[in-house]
Nanobody, 128 residues
Framework: EVQLVESGGGLVQAGGSLRLSCAASGFTSDIYAIGWFRQAPGKEREGVSCIISSDGSTYYIDSVKDRFSVSSDNAKNTVYLQMNSLEPEDTAVYYC?????????????????????WGQGTQVTVSS
């Protein structure tokens, strides 16, 4: 079992920045990847980024790759999503999720269906 607690959301003007945190507890040693997802009203939940625990490699969708960055503090079992140059289109509820599968080398989970455990979500609102 893994529990995830998110924080850091809020209201920000376009061009501003926010840093989201995802604190993991439980069997954290079994986590293969932490993914960040977002869901805007009326839209499907989409993957934003993920970080692979074994080597720290990170992956992003094209729309955020030059603006967002993922980092981790392994001592604190916490993953961060730094969001810069925010745009109104980034407005959504942001979720972190844990993939505990025995992933093969090079496996990059980017689908919501590849994650078992989810945080409660945190609202990010970007005003124009």
């Amino acid at each position: 079992e893994v529990q995830l607690v998110e924080s850091g959301g809020g209201l920000v003007q376009a061009g501003g920045s926010l840093r989201l945190s995802c604190a993991a507890s439980g069997f954290t040693s079994d986590i293969y990847a932490i993914g960040w997802f977002r869901q805007a009203p009326g839209k499907e939940r989409e993957g934003v980024s993920c970080i692979i625990s074994s080597d720290g490699s990170t992956y992003y969708i094209d729309s955020v790759k030059d603006r967002f960055s993922v980092s981790s503090d392994n001592a604190k079992n916490t993953v961060y999503l730094q969001m810069n140059s925010l745009e109104p289109e980034d407005t959504a509820v942001y979720y972190c999720a844990a993939n505990l599968s025995l992933g093969a080398s090079g496996y990059v989970p980017f689908s919501r269906y590849e994650y078992r455990y989810w945080g409660q979500g945190t609202q990010v609102t970007v005003s124009s």
